[in-house]
């Protein structure tokens, strides 16, 4: 099998599979249990809540919180809701405030705020045109009004880069008490960043995207936000999480997360580089059919994601063929794969209905190779020819 779908999930790795099974077999007591075999539970839980913590360059202990949830989605609509629903201003101009997206948002992020929508916030969805940002739409409507705004670090259709920073800095001038989330959920250990360098108040991270276990995602917040009761929980029980999150922690799932963020920090350059040279062979190699056109982001993107519009086929068709030659890609992103709808996140980048519905993703990892990217070339130029004979 020739695995080019890593934004849908990722291999774990031999060292999370270890991490997973010793605290399944070993660490197996609940960690809240104030037992000798709770306290060597909590260790790890503590120890991974530092690792995480660390690898989204908090510097401090004291700086913020990381909530561990049951992954990214769950992450996100922690963020949503948690902050939509702390903040209990009364009407105004019969809007409760105002909710900023963009409008590449993965649905863990998109539906809820439209339910927030439903609920009488207003929505304004940020333009994501050919992968940018637009700053100049926040800057014209951005106003005290505004309580919250999620922007992704990078999109999981076509791996654009968002500029966090600067949407943060435009937003929180508008609305100083505004809540700034990014969902990092793509862009967690590809790229460097912090809450800080993003000016962010919460970040989503997930452990699957990066080698650990479905299932486990963590959301950080600041220590800004726990003082200022900005963030209200979503699901209610026991004290775990301190009581953000009630339920008994996921232990296995959270060990193996740690395992995962430990291994790509140790190969983190190592990472990165296989994953330009493959980007740049994968650029070459897709370049030269002439029929697929690349929907390059006009500026930052994650090296590993790539979209391509292929000649009047359908998405699903040149899947399937591609499945059957044992190369696995997607349509788009993993959780909307198995429904008939257009992509949203294409859709934002600019593409017409047309061109979203015969459009694949291509997403390597550090675990890929140029015999792959060959491969994969290869196999879409013979189905490209094959398809069209079809079709005529
Ligand atoms: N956000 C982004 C950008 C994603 O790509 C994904 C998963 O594909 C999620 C959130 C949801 O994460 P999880 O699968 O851990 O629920």
Not at 245 to 270: C, K, V, Y
Not at 330 to 335: I, L, T, V
Request: glycine letters at 8%; charged letters at 25%; hydrophobic letters at 40%.
């Amino acid at each position: 099998m020739i695995y080019l779908d890593n934004s849908a999930t990722t291999r774990p790795s031999d060292g999370v599979v270890r991490a997973m099974t010793a605290a399944l077999t070993d660490t197996w007591a609940n960690p809240s249990s104030v037992h000798g075999a709770g306290g060597e539970a909590k260790r790890i839980l503590d120890s991974a809540r530092d690792t995480v913590m660390n690898a989204l360059g908090v510097k401090r202990k004291s700086d913020g919180r990381i909530i561990f949830t049951s992954g990214g989605t769950e992450a996100n609509n922690l963020a949503v809701f948690g902050v939509a629903r702390a903040k209990n201003r009364p009407s105004k101009n019969g809007s409760r405030g105002i909710v900023m997206i963009s409008d590449g948002e993965h649905p863990s992020v998109d539906n809820p705020a439209s339910v927030l929508e439903s609920e009488g916030f207003t929505v304004l969805r940020i333009p994501t045109k050919n992968g940018v940002l637009d700053l100049d739409f926040i800057k014209e409507h951005a106003t005290s009004d505004v309580i919250f705004a999620s922007i992704m670090l990078a999109n999981n259709e076509t791996g654009a880069v968002y500029d966090v920073r600067s949407a943060s800095d435009i937003i929180k001038s508008a609305s100083p008490s505004a809540v700034v989330h990014a969902d990092c959920v793509q862009a967690f250990m590809k790229m460097k960043f912090s809450p800080a360098s993003l000016k962010a108040d919460a970040v989503t991270v997930s452990a699957h995207k990066i080698c650990g276990p479905k299932g486990v995602g963590a959301l950080f917040i600041t220590e800004e936000i726990v003082r200022t009761k900005r963030l209200v929980p979503t699901v209610f029980g026991g004290g775990q999480e301190e009581m953000r999150r009630p339920g008994t922690e996921n232990l296995p799932g959270i060990a193996g997360f740690a395992q995962a963020i430990r291994e790509a920090t140790a190969e983190f350059d190592m990472r990165c580089d296989t994953l330009n040279k493959l980007r740049a062979e994968a650029d070459s190699a897709l370049g030269k059919l002439s029929e697929i056109r690349i929907n390059k982001p006009a500026e930052k993107y994650l090296p590993g994601v790539i979209n391509v519009t292929l000649p009047k086929i359908k998405s699903e068709t040149m899947l399937n063929a591609l499945s059957g030659r044992g190369i696995c890609v997607s349509a788009g992103s993993a959780c909307s794969a198995r429904q008939a709808h257009v992509s949203r996140a294409l859709l934002a980048f600019g593409l017409t209905k047309d061109e979203a519905d015969c459009s694949l993703r291509i997403s390597m990892n550090h675990e890929n190779t140029p015999a792959d990217v060959a491969a994969l070339a290869e196999a879409l130029a013979a189905e490209c020819a094959r398809l069209q004979r079809i079709r005529r």
